[in-house]
């Protein structure tokens, strides 16, 4: 991956009736790869996608395609001038033309070599004179794609771009989509709520809680070094444990981590999956397990500490403990520690 | 939040003045006397009477529309009696039946119906379908469930269930009982063959007896702001009525048993008796009994010169409707709202006073062509415009946002999503649309009648000419001509809108 950067956001803030939807949001977007805007609904998500697009204007800030300003307080460049397609939600292609007029809509006339090359690389060059209307959800989200793709944008933006579709379809259209994404090397931020998503598909994650960015990096840098409290909630299940910051060790209800804070209070993160039960009270902290859920490929526990705080465990089937039984709670990495 | 181009706006301003202006004129004539005259004139006793009778007759036919359409919508949407979407059609079809067809019809089998029965009676039976339309969309919209919980709690006799559904519907039985009150207001068929006082009829009265044209523009006035006050309420009707409805679509309709099957078939064909098959078969009769007094010729002159002028409105209607429609439904905002609002105005001029400010209008300003087809035209666009506004207005807002949006980061300028995505796709609705206003233009009659060029009949002012004398011999011919060529594409055109 290099690191030039196509699109850079910079202290965006955008208001919709003196409602403050975003606030100074910021992140870069380095060229072929696939970034992510991850947020719950109704966190700003698509008003960050549609100020990029530029069907709106940011309140305050600055947008940048390739070094170039095209939103700022006395600037804006119209959609149809800025050379960024999109995909919608439910595709949105134009009832009235064949997938192949589709695929033509944004080229220059005559550019049947274009058309077929993108119809191969969607693998529907047979289908290229039907009607959207005789498309299965998935093919028309990837005639979209095709459409979006055909007159070579700098950036595409896909908004939701599966949720349309049914569970099992979205799984294949994922990679399916990701892969024509990185065979074209195109440049992508795909809007999603969705964090397993997310996490599988991009190179680089912004996640967006309450209409400012919480955290951009890394799928992996943010889950595993989360920077508060709130992202590590957002992203994949999180036991959250209050801890009590002594000579440079945090101490928490099943051990201790360093801790460089000041703070004389801090949380310490676990995740379900570093929790191990010990068979005696020397390796682990006593609990009584409240619930268990089985998942078939394993399953949790949710455990009462005696701070009276509850962790889940996530376990091998043949670990999972009766209900009501006391159980042993050991953590088999480190803590990261959050100081909010 | 999108500018619109401006290649929409000023055809949309124009489209919009065609539909003020004989208004703006029609207050110009009234106050010719001054204001004083005015007043006098509107509170006169037999003014306030004049509108006493025509609300009381508005009011009635309202009413038992109410009550003959409510049950019926019930029986063929929820109700288990056979050929249920067959009994739909042939009860929405009187629709398409003339009004003063139908008087004539009526009249001239008994004479002694002339007044107040004849003119509720035939108004009822052409305007019941008003109500009968919006129940049955309703109650298709309606959640089942609600129903079925009440046969299970032992309350499944038909008429509790009809109550049931009506109460939940009466937003649409509302709507539809003000749009009954609005057309028996400005219907001019019924009332002049019927001879019957009302507003219309004595507007017309007092324009053709050549002496008073003030009056006529003032009881014009007091007539269109009444159906103002109606429409107006419509409107808010309509709002509110949203809401009861259950936001899923009902694939189907179930089918509840109807209580005493025979009453209730039996009901629904005296409906269908009196409101079609009874004026059909005068008209047959008369064809058949008299033959035709007028050749062939003449009668497909009058076919042509009804084809014509309603063709030529509807290629005008459209060009002028579609800059509105498509500014209405792809770029709300207040002003264009406005400018459709606007347009909906002569909704509430019944078609003579249109026709009666297009005569003074044609007198001193438009002389050149006034009893030409020009000021024909106008008079009905500025009738049917509503129509074609509305229906484009409703297929652009079915356009997604995301097809704008998407050409628009395709490349296309504001212009070229209107030439490339917006047209070709209310395309359809076009057509319709002017296929609609051609059917509506070929049975207009108190406009055609005043503004047609001179010498020019079509089939609707010879139907009348002859109806007026009572010369059945004359009217036959024409009176099928109506039915074959107007009535009966009116009804299917209107089902697939």
């Known amino acids: ?340 | 939040m999108t500018r619109p181009p401006l290649a929409l706006v000023l055809p949309g301003l124009l489209a919009a003045l065609t539909s003020i202006a004989p208004l703006a004129y029609l207050f110009d004539i009234a106050s010719d006397r001054g204001l004083d005259f005015v007043w006098d004139e509107i509170w006169q006793q037999r003014t306030i009477e004049l509108v006493a009778r025509s609300l009381f007759l508005a009011a009635s036919v309202s009413i038992v529309s109410v009550f003959i359409s409510v049950p019926a919508a019930w029986l063929v949407t929820r109700g288990d009696i056979p050929f249920r979407s067959g009994w739909r059609v042939l009860l929405a079809l009187p629709l398409a039946i003339p009004s003063y067809l139908a008087a004539f019809a009526w009249i001239s089998w008994r004479p002694s119906l002339a007044g107040f029965t004849g003119a509720f009676v035939v108004l009822t039976l052409v305007t019941y379908p008003y109500v009968f339309l919006p129940v049955c969309a309703a109650l298709s919209r309606l959640n089942p469930a609600i129903e079925e919980i009440a046969v299970i709690h032992g309350r499944g006799r038909s008429l509790q269930l009809i109550l049931l559904a009506a109460r939940q519907v009466r937003g649409s039985i509302a709507t539809g009982a003000l749009l009954v009150a609005l057309y028996v207001l400005s219907d001019f068929g019924a009332v002049a063959t019927m001879r019957y006082d009302a507003f219309t009829w004595v507007i017309y009265s007092s324009y053709r007896s050549g002496f008073n044209p003030s009056r006529a523009a003032i009881l014009a006035i007091v007539l269109v702001l009444i159906a103002l006050a109606l429409l107006f309420g419509e409107k808010i009707l309509r709002g509110q009525n949203e809401s009861l409805l259950s936001a899923r679509s009902v694939d189907a309709n179930p089918r509840h048993r109807v209580s005493i099957k025979p009453v209730a078939i039996a009901f629904l064909s005296t409906i269908i008796v009196f409101a079609l098959a009874f004026p059909i078969w005068r008209v047959v009769t008369w064809v058949y009994r008299y033959g035709s007094e007028d050749s062939m010729a003449d009668i497909a002159t009058a076919l042509w010169h009804s084809v014509f002028f309603s063709g030529l409105a509807a290629l005008a209607t459209i060009q002028l409707a579609l800059p509105i429609g498509i500014l209405a439904g792809r770029y709300p905002s207040r002003s264009t709202t406005l400018l459709e609002q606007s347009t909906y105005v002569t909704h509430a001029l019944p078609g003579i006073v249109i026709a009666i400010s297009m005569v003074f209008l044609g007198v001193r300003l438009l002389e050149p062509i006034y009893l030409r087809t020009p000021l024909l035209v106008i008079a009905y666009v500025a009738l049917f415009l509503p129509v074609a506004v509305g229906s484009i207005r409703s297929a652009a807002e079915q356009i997604p946002d995301s097809l704008d949006e998407v050409s628009r980061s395709l490349g296309l300028s504001q212009w070229g999503i209107v030439r490339r995505v917006t047209l070709p796709l209310l395309a359809p609705g076009l057509l319709s649309a002017g296929a609609l206003v051609v059917l509506a233009g070929m049975k207009e009659l108190p406009a055609t009648m005043l503004l047609r060029p001179t010498g020019s009949e079509t089939l609707a002012t010879r139907l009348w000419t002859y109806t007026s004398v009572s010369d059945y011999a004359g009217a036959g011919p024409y009176a099928l001509a109506i039915i074959v060529f107007v009535s009966i594409p009116t009804a299917i055109a209107s089902r697939r809108l």
């Open chain 1, 1 to 340: 991956m290099t690191n030039t950067s196509i699109l850079s956001v910079e202290s965006v803030c955008k208001e919709f009736r003196r409602q403050q939807v975003l606030t100074d949001i910021s992140f870069e977007v380095p060229e072929r790869a696939i970034t992510a805007i991850l947020g719950p609904s109704g966190e700003g998500k698509t008003t960050l996608l549609r100020l990029i697009a530029g069907f709106d204007r940011p309140t305050s800030g600055t947008l940048a395609l390739r070094g170039k300003v095209v939103s700022s307080i006395d600037v804006h460049l119209p959609p149809e001038q800025r050379g960024v397609g999109i995909v919608p939600q439910d595709g949105a292609l134009f009832p009235h033309l064949t997938v192949e007029e589709n695929i033509a809509f944004g080229l220059p006339r005559n550019q049947y070599a274009r058309v077929d090359e993108m119809l191969t690389l969607i693998g529907m060059t047979s289908q290229r004179n039907s009607r959207p209307a005789q498309l299965s959800g998935g093919q028309q989200q990837r005639v979209s794609l095709a459409r979006a793709l055909a007159p070579s944008p700098e950036l595409i933006l896909l908004d939701e771009p599966f949720s349309a579709l049914d569970a099992n379809m979205r799984a294949s259209m994922r990679d399916e989509v990701t892969a024509i994404i990185r065979k074209t090397e195109s440049t992508a931020i795909i809007v999603t709520h969705d964090q397993e998503e997310a996490m599988s598909i991009s190179d680089r994650v912004v996640v967006l809680l309450s209409g400012t960015v919480a955290q951009f990096g890394s799928p992996q840098e943010i889950y595993e070094n989360p920077r508060s409290s709130h992202v590590a909630r957002f992203i994949g299940d999180a036991n959250l444990l209050s801890a009590i910051v002594d000579k440079g060790r945090a101490f928490h209800a099943i051990g201790s981590s360093p801790c460089s804070s000041s703070a004389q209070r801090v949380i310490a993160l676990v995740r379900p999956e570093h929790i191990r039960l010990a068979h005696d009270p020397q390796h682990g902290h006593a609990g009584v397990v409240e619930s268990r859920s089985y998942f078939g490929h394993d399953g949790t526990l949710e455990i009462r500490l005696a701070t009276g705080e509850i962790v889940t465990a996530r376990l091998p089937i043949s670990e999972l403990a009766d209900i009501g039984s006391t159980v042993f709670v050991a953590s088999i990495e480190t803590a990261t520690i959050l100081e909010n």
